[in-house]
Structure formats: structure tokens, C-alpha cells
């Protein structure tokens, strides 16, 4: 009796093991380490100095004196030009992110919708994802400044196909508009919810050319759902509107915050936002601090918008446990 109060209380006393890390593990890390070595180095290396430049331009005086740069510190005082000298600058962003709130939920409902189709057996599925997935390579690089340079070039005459015209096309676009919103209106739709819709379908092209690597994402999620869950909900009789909402909703719900936070970040920075090409307009101007200073309320104003998006989204986010 003695031997196992003793043994009980020297095992007491030894210390809980601490739980060794697989070397599967340990290699997987290593491995990701090391596809992120170049990033790391080139961000440590090139970016961060230029972003520093950047915040120290919005803050100071810049002049050329002999061929040196002199900086004197000003303050708030190109942030306050930005804000209130620049009045382009708060109107333009307003507006901008006015249309942030109308393309994002259109391009993640398209992907989505998209998406679940294209994971559905049908003859020519790989053909139809190359499709989708074309207006991500001709909208990049080079191809988009041919395209803008040869509509720049063609004007309202330009041909468009047969014998229409830019000038046909937009005719036959609020001919459209006006057919569906008679059509929406007259099944008791809202007035918001008409608009909204008949926004969607008149900006249809820029839609399917800023949703090809969401359906690709979305895509990838979707392929990784196990066909055993879905054979389960056909042996229960769940129907496909049931198993859509149960099931394949909850399970792409963090790819839906993912392509939430890409499309927010990519609508930002793309060459077509309007708030860019005021930054960029100011930076020509010859006001460089005060471009500096637009650059990093935009960013600032763009980092609040995506920890508010990410913060809503990760309360309904369905992460499915492997163990």
C-alpha cells in the first residue's frame, strides 16, 4: 500500500511531456518557408524601404537643392490639402466606394452561382472553365492596352460586330434596362431591389472579366466537399435547394470570405479605379506629398473596410474540423 502512495505521487510530481511535433509537420513548415523565402526578401528589401519614402514624402517638404533632397517637416498639412484642397480627391472616393458596395456582392453571387455549375458532369466542362477563366488573361498586361488604346482609337463608330456600333450597343443596353425594370416592377419587386438588378445585368461584362479567379477559387472549394455528404442528403431526401443551403453553403463559407477580401483589395488597385487615377493625377501635377498623403488615407481607408468585412464574415464562417 505504501509502494503505490509513493508511486502515485512520484508520477504526480514528473512534469506533463511535452507533445513532440511530427516531422511530417516540422518538413511541411520548412517547406512553406521556403516557397515565402523570396517574398520575405524582396518585401524586406525593396518594398519596405519604398513604403517608408512614401509616408515620410506625406509628412515633410520635399525640395531638390544642388542636386540633394531636402526634407522640412509640415505636419498634417498635406493630408489637411487632401481633404479639403483637393475636393476631387473626397468626392471621388465616395463614389468609389459607393460602387465597392454594388460590385462586390454582384461578382461573389455571379462566381459563386458560376462556380456551382461548372462542378456539375457535363460534356465540355473543361472547355467552359477556360471560358470563364479568358477575360482574367485578356484584361491583364498588354492585352487590356491594345483594347483600350483600339476602342480610345475607334470611338462611337467603332464596329462592334456586323454592323453594330459602340453608339448601337449602348442603345440596345438601355433598351434593356428599361425592359427589365418594366418587367421587375410589375411583379411587386422593391424599387432598391430592381435597381440593383438592373445595374447587375447592364454591368455584365465587367462582372464576368473581374470574377474569373473567384470562380477558379470557388471552384477549388467546391471539388473539395466530400461526395459522401452529398450521397448521404440524396439517401435522407434532401432536395438540391436543401442541400445547396446545408450543405455546400456552410462548406465554400470561408471561401467566400477569402474572394470577399481579394475582390475588396483587387476593385482598389485596379488601373480602372477612379480614386487611383486622382492619386495618379496629383502625383503628375507636380503635388507629390499631397499624393503621398491621398495614397495612405486611401490605404487606410481600404484596411478598415476589409478588418470590417472579415470581422462580419468570420461570425457565419462554417470551418469544417478534420480530427
Known amino acids: 500500500m505504501t509502494n503505490q502512495v509513493s508511486g502515485t505521487a512520484a508520477a504526480a510530481k514528473q512534469p506533463a511531456k511535452r507533445k513532440k511535433i511530427a516531422s511530417l509537420d516540422r518538413r511541411k513548415a520548412r517547406s512553406g518557408w521556403l516557397f515565402v523565402l523570396p517574398f520575405v526578401i524582396g518585401f524586406v528589401m525593396l518594398y519596405i524601404p519604398i513604403v517608408y519614402e512614401s509616408l515620410s514624402y506625406s509628412f515633410f517638404n520635399v525640395d531638390i537643392i544642388d542636386g540633394s533632397v531636402v526634407k522640412t517637416f509640415a505636419g498634417w498639412e498635406h493630408y489637411s490639402d487632401a481633404l479639403f484642397g483637393e475636393t476631387d480627391f473626397v468626392q471621388t472616393l465616395v463614389t468609389g466606394l459607393q460602387e465597392m458596395a454594388f460590385d462586390i456582392p454582384a461578382i461573389l453571387i455571379f462566381s459563386l452561382f458560376v462556380a456551382v455549375i461548372l462542378n456539375q458532369k457535363m460534356i465540355g466542362r473543361a472547355a467552359f472553365r477556360a471560358i470563364f477563366f479568358l477575360p482574367v488573361v485578356v484584361s491583364t498586361g498588354l492585352m487590356e492596352s491594345i483594347m483600350t488604346v483600339s476602342y480610345a482609337e475607334g470611338g462611337e463608330g467603332m464596329e462592334l460586330g456586323g454592323a453594330e456600333t459602340a453608339t448601337d450597343k449602348v442603345a440596345s443596353a438601355l433598351a434593356l434596362e428599361e425592359l427589365l425594370m418594366s418587367v421587375f416592377e410589375g411583379l411587386g419587386f422593391g424599387v432598391g431591389l430592381v435597381t440593383y438588378i438592373v445595374e447587375a445585368v447592364g454591368s455584365i461584362s465587367t462582372i464576368i472579366n473581374r470574377s474569373g479567379v473567384q470562380i477558379l477559387i470557388f471552384l477549388a472549394s467546391l ?9 448521404s442528403c440524396q439517401i435522407d431526401g434532401a432536395t438540391s435547394w436543401e ?8 462548406m ?8 470577399g477580401v481579394y475582390t ?6 485596379t488601373d ?9 493625377d496629383t502625383y503628375a501635377s507636380g503635388k507629390m506629398e499631397v499624393s503621398a ?6 490605404f487606410l481607408v481600404v484596411l478598415l473596410i476589409v478588418g470590417i468585412i472579415a470581422a462580419v464574415f468570420s461570425a457565419y464562417v462554417f470551418y469544417q474540423r478534420r480530427d
Open 223 to 231: 471539388q473539395s466537399i466530400s461526395p459522401a455528404i452529398y450521397e
Open 243 to 250: 442541400t445547396f443551403w446545408k450543405i455546400t453553403f456552410p
Open 252 to 259: 465554400v463559407s470561408p471561401m467566400i470570405l477569402v474572394n
Open 264 to 269: 475588396i483589395i483587387d476593385s482598389f488597385t
Open 272 to 280: 480602372s479605379n477612379s480614386v487611383m487615377k486622382v492619386i495618379d
Open 293 to 298: 498623403a491621398m495614397g495612405w488615407m486611401y
